[in-house]
């Protein structure tokens, strides 16, 4: 079963510029996650998507940040403009409507200048 | 809110070693309790998981068990290899099925050395 799959890997921007990050999913997973990960922290969760409708984005940035999930299945995170402190991994995770148990893929790492 | 507490790293451990990552919570009602691994350039992946009071979840060797009455679910292995040297991270999920409201601790970071 192929995982949950992240594009790009690495990213250096510098500060003002824009960025996106795209994500496909487990295939049957209607759920879908976008989580930052700062150096030496866990995981904060930005935004959650059950198929293309947004469940939670309490924690998403939005003066900077947005994130799509069309069709229901693969998703974009833009970060626009960048700021130094944007620097960390970008991790995308999917889950099945009724499991709680997350699948992350690989992340994508920025780093702004 | 929920929270997660995890032992301060870097933990260092030659191989073969006894190993405990401790880890606490604070949560209301039936959280499930996990335990993910990072390993260098890679995304986290899930170890084990518990989902009920004296559940002990099991992988690789490690395992954990669910604790209510000391709300802890700490992480053991018998004896650690190079290979186990990674970032451990203990989560939880509230009582509820919704994955999204994950919270995660910090992580530990554990060197093996042979």
């Known amino acids: 079963e192929a995982g949950v799959a992240q594009s790009p890997r690495y990213k250096i921007i510098e500060k003002r510029q824009s960025v996106a990050f795209w994500c496909n999913p487990i295939s049957g997973h209607a759920t879908l996650y976008w989580y930052q990960q700062i150096l030496g922290q866990g995981p904060k969760l930005l935004i959650q998507?059950?198929?293309?409708?947004?469940?939670?984005d309490s924690q998403l940035p939005k003066d900077r940040f947005s994130a799509e999930r069309l069709k229901g299945v693969d998703s974009t995170l833009k970060i626009q403009p960048a700021k130094l402190e944007d620097s960390a991994v970008y991790l995308c995770a999917s889950s099945l409507v009724s499991g709680n148990t997350i699948y992350f893929g690989e992340g994508s790492w920025l780093t702004v200048v | 809110g929920d929270s997660v507490t995890q032992m301060e790293g870097p933990v260092t451990l030659s191989e073969e070693a006894f190993l405990t990552i401790n880890c606490t919570y604070t949560?209301?009602?039936?959280?499930?309790l996990f335990w993910y691994v990072q390993y260098p350039g890679e995304g986290l992946q899930l170890l084990l998981k518990?989902?009920?009071?004296?559940d002990k979840g099991s992988n690789k060797g490690f395992e954990a068990t669910y604790r209510k009455e000391t709300t802890s679910f700490h992480l053991e292995k018998g004896s650690v290899q190079v290979s186990d040297s990674a970032v451990y991270f203990c989560?939880?999920?509230?009582?509820?099925?919704?994955?999204?409201?994950?919270?995660f601790g910090d992580g530990t970071t554990l060197t093996v050395k042979p």
């Open positions: 949560a209301t009602g039936y959280p499930s």
């Open positions: 998507f059950q198929n293309n409708g947004v469940v939670d």
């Open positions: 989560a939880l999920t509230p009582s509820t099925t919704n994955a999204g409201k994950s919270t």
């Open positions: 518990a989902t009920k009071a004296d």
